[in-house]
């Protein structure tokens, strides 16, 4: 979280811990169709920060009273692996995960056509495997395509990213040392073939100029990670129409 103090330098030269520029996204690697057994899956990993989900359904919801009788219902559950850090994690449920869970819904939401299948649920499992920052957002990129290769109706993709401040300097796809010791971060997600923001969670401090170039540098690196999204789902769906060909 943003605010704390480190003797580690953020910022020399003009580059990060990790030689990137301010304006940087870590090297990207997206893959869909890893979880064999599940409908849709994806592993997606922004640096040393590697994420998989998994999707399960439209499947019937039980018990019945949890079922509505005109709209779906979407379930989603986020998870870092105990050795996903350096400082072993404790197996589990915790508070932060239980509070990912419910935002990485919220922001998936807006994209589910959940009107499509009543009374069913469709369930979202992501799980991060390794850790160094901006977990959340690499795992709802896992979740985006996973919903989409497993065929869910959706208004579009959701693309996420990170981007926050480190010595007076904005930057955008936080590492873990970033994360962890800047001076502010803001996770955000959108639809952007649609232009509409569905996640937007900021910690530390920022004047109002700095929020909105920020706002507008995570828009604008959302662009380009929705076309990569694309990409790996075009290559899955050329792969399968061969292989019935």
């Excluded at 869909?32 to 499947?59: C, E, H, K, M």
């Excluded at 662009?223 to 990409?231: D, P, R, T």
């Amino acid at each position: 979280m943003g605010g704390k103090k480190s003797d580690i330098e953020l910022l020399k030269g003009g580059k990060r811990t990790d030689k990137r520029k301010p304006e940087d996204l870590r090297e990207i690697k997206m893959e869909a169709n890893v979880v064999p057994n599940a409908d849709g899956s994806a592993r997606v990993q922004f640096g040393n920060t590697i994420a998989l989900a998994a999707v399960y359904g439209p499947r019937a919801l039980f018990p019945r009273f949890m079922q509505e009788a005109d709209t779906g219902i979407l379930r989603t559950r986020y998870n870092m692996a105990p050795f996903s850090v350096v400082d072993r994690k404790a197996p589990g449920t915790d508070r932060r995960s239980t509070e990912i869970s419910k935002v990485t819904r919220l922001a998936l939401s807006p994209s589910v056509l959940l009107d499509d299948f009543p009374k069913a649920t469709v369930d979202v499992y992501m799980e991060v495997i390794q850790a160094d920052g901006s977990t959340r957002v690499t795992a709802l990129n896992a979740a985006s395509i996973a919903l989409a290769s497993a065929g869910i109706p959706m208004r579009g993709l959701v693309a996420a990213c990170s981007c926050g401040k480190i010595e007076d300097t904005l930057i955008v796809d936080l590492n873990g040392l970033e994360d962890n010791f800047g001076n502010a971060d803001m996770a955000v997600a959108m639809l952007p073939d649609k232009d509409e923001i569905s996640l937007l969670q900021m910690d530390g401090l920022l004047t109002k100029e700095e929020f909105f170039k920020l706002l507008n540098m995570a828009k604008e690196k959302c662009l380009q990670i929705v076309e990569q999204q694309k990409s790996v789902l075009k290559k899955l769906y050329k792969v399968d129409k061969e292989m019935t060909e």
